[in-house]
Nanobody, 115 residues
Framework: QVQLVESGGGLVQAGGSLRLSCVVS????????MEWFRQAPGKERELVAG???????NYADSVGGRFTISRDNAKNTVYLQMNSLKPEDTAVYYC?????????WGQGTQVTVSS
């Protein structure tokens, strides 16, 4: 069974930093596209960043230059380093992968940025 477990969320002041982690089990992590999404109250879930198995990354315009996605295949873990955080970054952050056309999500981790 594929499982994704996020951690690292919390409360931070504007301008601060957090690093989220997502540990993946039940699949060959190194072969998977990994993505981070977020969902703010009353809003749709949106893509924040993605990283391919080859290490190619992409970012939402709203976080480019502030967030960095990375992966450690030896630890089956994908990270999201978030710098210069803004109140509008407040959301539940989820990691996601797909295995044989089935989508898997983690349980989410809350990030709250105070002004």
């Amino acid at each position: 069974q594929v499982q994704l477990v996020e951690s690292g969320g919390g409360l931070v002041q504007a301008g601060g930093s957090l690093r989220l982690s997502c540990v993946v089990s039940g699949t060959i992590f190194s072969t998977r596209l990994m993505e981070w999404f977020r969902q703010a109250p009353g809003k749709e879930r949106e893509l924040v960043a993605g990283i391919t198995r080859g290490g190619t990354t992409n970012y939402a315009d709203s976080v480019g230059g502030r967030f960095t996605i990375s992966r450690d295949n030896a630890k089956n873990t994908v990270y999201l380093q978030m710098n210069s955080l803004k109140p509008e970054d407040t959301a539940v952050y989820y990691c996601k992968t797909q295995v044989f056309s089935k989508t898997y999500w983690g349980q989410g981790t809350q990030v709250t940025v105070s002004s």
